[in-house]
């Protein structure tokens, strides 16, 4: 497996959009659609949109 790298902005941006907290997830494989990342901790994996749209108003 390659070595995991931190989110750019970009990349937190997509993972937060999934309703995740880009603090606890590193980048694996960044493809033209989709990013692979892994959780810090648990070391589970998902694979997920790159173009995600944000949800506005934030936390509720």
């Known amino acids: 497996m390659k070595r995991p790298k931190k989110l750019t ?7 937060s959009a999934h309703g995740l907290n880009p603090d606890n997830w590193m980048l694996i494989e960044q493809t033209k659609f989709y990013l692979k990342i892994i959780h810090k901790t648990f ?10 749209i ?3 108003g ?3």
Do not use: N, W
């Open 9 to 15: 902005r970009e990349q937190k941006v997509a993972v």
């Open 43 to 52: 070391d589970k994996t998902r694979r997920i949109g790159r173009y995600a």
């Open 54 to 56: 944000p949800k506005k």
């Open 58 to 60: 934030g936390k509720r």
